[in-house]
């Protein structure tokens, strides 16, 4: 690697026998590579001091009580940190203080680097070449793949031999990534907790009876007994008032006095459905609507949850309702379709 | 980019230059002509009182001011119209009657400001109040004259339990108003924060389920749950931030603004390390 | 006699016999811009990255199992939570250094991604990704993509409200896989979502350990590369050519100031971690999948996935009874491939536009090559503005343009604006040439009129 010192217009030349900050040997002059040169250390011997590499320059102690002073500082946030981490009982430790302290601490070292930089280091401007393709080693490495295989009569035999062996020794090595879980079932996609009779319970495990059930609210209810991390156990109840249902056909009675339970779970990215608006003025105000927070999906309950606005592909699924003797809530069969986001076979038959 | 200002004057200027100038005044005619028309969409505000008040709030005075402010849309006596027809000027009225709702919805909507409403279509909006609290008082004594209601609550959030009411308003509230009480948006409304709003309104807000938003009866949330709800909602003027500075407590979207400022500081750092390309 | 600084390094090579390429390596040469450091300040953020995340690792319990919390904090006093998310509230709240450790760690993470992308734009606007350098270019990319993967996981271990809701949306982009998204799911999750609590060990094992080695590699063979190749380098005067390069060594030049940005980076980010709050856990509570909350937004480097997920009308791709494309795949899985397409195939398609297949080792000024630069800012402005729609609910609620109507707008805006972009930045580019042409010819026909001044000058005056 050659180099041609060319200075920067901050290094100065320095006076022969002062060393600048630069840690080379001997060596006075204009930075240019010739020996020779007074004083320097090293040498001794009679021996020719080599040239300077890196070129001096001029001394400036204002800079270096710059950097002791920045230096200082860093260390006394420093010690600042130990201090109040110390102090501090665990309930009262002062977060911005302890940042304050560290952040202060290297910011303080970094600009006494910064300082050093620009103020106390010859930045030199150096020349080199870019490397260039090298094609005579190219040739060469071809031409050594080449003639390595001489003894080899069938190469394209034992080379395909070779890529299938490596092919499925790298597919034996992946298997066991299988034993991660199921390669393919779609069950738990299937699954549903809701069978005919299953009580609905609010979120403190009490079942739901029909007649607490209001207009112009919304409730939160699980299928009893069952997991309620389960998202094909969770419900969000509503009551409209029976004339302004409009549910598809064959759902007849799946609202009994207007109660309608749907899967809390958004159709389109999985989220739960956890808002929901109703007019106080109908005639001006828009319709009742379960809308979910992550990106908006509207659902309308009066027409079986179907999509009014938002990026969901596919109605929220509702859940027959019938009410037992003592007026609790029960479910009449399972869901209207899958629970949760839509995967390949979300449509597909009837859910188990 | 001196350089670039120097090149839009140069093209600016001259006989070349006319169209493109002539081009500039349109474009700002037109965006002042744009600004007239959002302005003029704004729904009206101000009341109507009578010229001269009594000392004290007096139904006879709330039916005055209603007579003037809110029959328009809710009928001279509060009996609703349901079917809008233009009335005095361009205004449009209908509004669900008020008969049997009490003290309680009265007191709330014209306490926060969100009646009177000045156009039917428009979101009712708290930013500004422009009855005094003794109007006020008159209109809600009148209004809760127009037959039994619910009277103003008086709930005690300081019987309320915090950890109680945050996983209550976790699973009622937040998807509308988020966590933190700090708003948002479902479909077709603002739903505004709750800093600021003191017990009072928050129960009357609950109870009423005023606008979309949905309405919990003492069946849905007994006072007891209220009472914790509310002591939440107002720990939320002062949620625990020991982190630091909270940025609005809205979380990620201030969060990348802040982030990208500090990179762009360190990117600022690094000019004072690195050259530029014409030192 | 012995000598201070020549005796170890006599100690190191008689072992290794690295001193030349130590000497090598002291001498290597930066070219000198402030855009050339971008890369670094990514580099150094990745290292307060692994430092605070090993305090962390060492606290955080990567398990769902429920257990009640007791502590301190009492809206949380009683409440049903996991092991992952109590300990990451204890380590808030309680530990000493904890709140300062996690908040660095999360600045530091969303810095590094911002940087990452700074960086990506210097060396796309100045045509730094040509050959020789289109492997760094893609290793770039890789990096940039797996770092948005590692930033993802590493916020949702925490099992909180706001990161589960972002979990959730993940398992149903997941899903939204055309033919395999659903067992793919449920490989992953070891069942369907939220699981048994596997997936969160998952998570932990690939954050803490996995991904870093993967970016730790990826980001010491981007290095490599580069150092390989030299620096590309800005042609400020006639000795910055194709073949000769000119900067400033590592040593003593060079190594001071990069040392100087790591501890200004850190500085900054410890900073951050003590003075602005970010993800407080403890105000969002425990994630359930039944509970939502408005504004549930990713962090900043997801913001465009959420945009294009609430931009996409609504349609399933349904041929029979087979949803073959759910809704979600098309914000979820198709915008990112696409961007990340366009941007790795880039260094070849303008190669075929162009024509030009030769090496380039002096980088562009961007005014300089105006149909890339007009394709960046379009391309960028394109991302950006769905981005920004990710954030529209909240831009109603601050200025009151309804999101119905922000809706409206967007699904133009982000076809017409770039598509304008793509014509003003090019127009521009080419002005700003012209006239740096004229400048330049002014500059000459000046030099040229002074010379013939001082001839002219020089014929009057007689030599004596």
């Known amino acids: ?352 | ?279 | 006699m012995s000598e201070p600084v020549r005796d170890p390094i006599q100690f190191i090579d008689e072992r290794t016999a690295a001193a030349p390429l130590l000497k090598k390596a002291l001498r290597y040469l930066f070219p000198d811009h402030w855009s050339f450091l971008l890369g670094e300040i990514a580099l150094y953020s990745f290292i307060v990255l692994i430092a605070t995340g090993v305090y962390l690792a060492l606290s955080f319990e990567p398990s769902l199992a429920k257990t009640v919390y007791h502590g301190p904090y009492a809206p949380l006093r009683g409440r049903e939570m996991s092991d992952a998310y109590k300990s990451v509230v204890e380590m808030s709240l309680t530990y000493k250094a904890g709140l300062l450790m996690r908040q660095t760690h999360h600045w530091a993470a969303d810095v590094f991604m911002a940087s990452i992308v700074a960086h990506l734009m210097r060396v796309f606007f100045t045509g730094a990704y040509r050959k020789p350098r289109e492997l760094t270019w893609l290793i770039g990319l890789a990096l940039l993509f797996t770092s948005l993967l590692e930033g993802y996981l590493g916020y949702s271990l925490v099992d909180d409200l706001l990161s589960g809701i972002g979990l959730a949306i993940g398992y149903g982009v997941l899903l939204s896989v055309p033919l395999v998204g659903g067992p793919l799911g449920v490989l992953l999750f070891g069942a369907a979502f939220p699981g048994k609590g596997v997936f969160e060990s998952r998570m932990y094992i690939a954050h803490v350990f996995i991904i870093p080695a993967l970016l730790a590699t990826l980001i010491g063979a981007h290095l490599a590369l580069v150092m390989a190749r030299h620096h590309t380098q800005f042609k400020r005067d006639a000795r910055h050519t194709q073949r000769r390069l000119v900067g400033v060594p590592m040593f003593p030049g060079q190594a001071p100031r990069s040392l100087a940005l790591m501890l200004a980076v850190a500085a900054v980010l410890f900073l951050l971690g003590g003075l602005v709050q970010i993800n407080p856990i403890w105000q969002w509570g425990p994630f359930e999948p039944w509970l939502g909350t408005n504004g549930a937004q990713p962090d900043w480097y997801l913001g465009w996935l959420i945009g294009a997920l609430r931009l996409m009308p609504s349609f399933d791709v349904v041929i029979g009874h087979y949803t073959v494309i759910p809704n979600p795949f098309w914000g979820g899985i198709a915008f990112p491939l696409v961007v990340l397409a366009v941007l790795a195939a880039f260094p070849w398609a303008e190669r075929r536009l162009t024509g030009d297949r030769t090496v380039h080792n002096l980088a562009d000024r961007p005014r300089e090559a105006p149909n890339r630069t007009a394709f960046g800012v379009a391309f960028l402005s394109w991302i950006f503005l769905v981005f920004v729609f990710g954030a529209a609910d909240r831009l109603y609620v601050l200025f009151g343009v309804s999101y119905e109507t922000l809706l409206t707008v967007f699904r133009v805006a982000i076809w017409a604006v770039p598509a304008l972009a793509f014509l003003i930045v090019r127009r521009l580019c080419r002005e700003l040439q012209h006239a740096d042409r004229v400048e330049h010819e002014r500059e000459l026909a000046e030099q040229e009129a002074a010379r013939q001044e001082a001839e002219l000058m020089r014929r009057r005056e007689p030599v004596i």
């Not at chain 2, 979309?212 to 849905?220: A, G, I, Q, Y």
């Open chain 2, 1 to 279: 980019m001196s350089r670039l200002a120097r090149t839009i004057a140069t093209r600016l200027r001259g006989a070349a230059g006319a169209r493109a100038r002539w081009g500039a005044l349109s474009a700002a005619a037109l965006l002042l002509a744009a600004c007239e028309g959002v302005a003029l969409a704004q729904p009206r505000g101000g009341v109507l009182t009578p010229p001269s008040q009594p000392a004290k709030p007096t139904v006879q005075l709330g039916h005055e001011l209603f007579e003037a402010n809110c029959a328009s849309c809710h009928g001279g006596l509060g009996q609703g119209i349901s079917h809008p027809r233009p009335g005095a000027g361009d205004i449009s009225g209908a509004a669900p009657s008020l008969h049997g709702v009490g003290a309680e919805a009265a007191d709330f909507y014209l306490r926060t400001g969100f009646m009177p409403l000045s156009n039917i279509h428009a979101e009712p909006s708290n930013r500004r109040v422009p009855f005094t609290n003794k109007q006020v008082e008159a209109i809600t004594d009148f209004v809760a004259s127009l037959g039994a209601g619910p009277a103003i609550p008086h709930p005690k959030p300081r019987a309320g339990a915090l950890n109680s009411g945050f996983e209550l308003f976790t699973e009622d509230c937040a998807g509308c108003h988020q966590s933190l009480a700090r708003g948002g948006f479902v479909t077709g409304a603002r739903v505004p924060p709750l800093q600021g709003v003191d017990a009072t309104e928050i129960a009357e807000a609950v109870r009423i389920g005023p606008y979309l938003m949905p309405r919990f009866s003492t069946k849905r949330i007994s006072d007891a749950q209220l009472n914790s709800i509310i002591r939440y909602v107002l720990s939320t003027n002062r949620p625990d931030n020991r982190g630091g500075w909270s940025i609005g407590n809205l979380g990620p979207i201030p969060e990348g603004l802040v982030a990208w400022l500090a990179a762009i500081a360190l990117a600022v750092l690094c000019l004072g390390l690195g050259r530029r390309l014409r030192a």
């Open chain 1, 1 to 352: 690697m050659s180099e041609r010192a060319k200075d920067r217009p901050e290094a100065q030349q320095g006076a022969p026998g002062e060393a600048g900050s630069a840690e080379a040997h001997g060596g006075a002059g204009a930075g240019d590579a010739q020996s020779g040169g007074s004083g320097g250390d090293g040498g001794g011997d009679g021996v020719e001091a080599p040239a300077r590499i890196v070129p001096p320059g001029l001394p400036d102690r204002g800079a270096e009580y710059v950097v002791l002073a920045l230096l200082a500082l860093a260390m006394l946030f420093a010690v600042g940190f130990i201090v109040v981490y110390a102090e501090y009982s665990p309930a009262e430790v002062p977060n911005q203080l302890l940042g304050v302290c560290i952040g202060g601490a290297l910011g303080f070292a970094a600009l006494a680097l910064a300082v050093l930089a620009r103020r106390l280091v010859v930045t030199e401007e150096l020349e080199d070449d870019y490397p260039q393709e090298n094609p005579r080693e190219q040739s060469e490495i071809a031409q050594l793949v080449h003639e390595s295989a001489s003894r080899i009569t069938r190469r394209r035999l034992l080379l395909g031999a070779g890529a299938a062996t490596g092919g499925v020794l790298g597919l034996a090595g992946l298997t066991p990534v299988l034993s991660l879980g199921p390669l393919w079932d779609t069950a738990p996609l299937d699954y549903s907790p809701w069978r005919r009779g299953r009580r609905l319970v609010d979120p403190h495990g009490y079942p739901m009876l029909a007649s607490e059930v209001e207009e112009e609210t919304f409730y939160t209810a699980f299928a009893e007994g069952a997991d309620r991390e389960d998202i094909a156990s969770v419900l969000v109840v509503v009551r409209l008032h029976p004339s302004e249902l409009r549910l598809p056909k064959g759902r007849e009675g799946w609202a009994p006095y207007g109660i309608l339970a749907y899967s809390k779970i958004c159709t389109h990215a999985g989220c739960a459905v956890a808002l929901y608006r109703k007019p106080r003025f109908p005639v001006v105000e828009a319709k009742p609507a379960l809308v979910c927070p992550c990106h908006y999906s509207t659902f309308n309950p009066a027409t079986g949850a179907s999509v009014i606005f938002g990026p969901a592909g596919r109605p929220l699924p509702q859940l027959p309702l019938m009410i037992d003797p003592s007026g609790h809530l029960r479910a009449a069969g399972d869901f209207s379709g899958r629970v949760g986001p839509a995967w390949w076979g979300v449509r597909e038959g009837p859910p188990t």
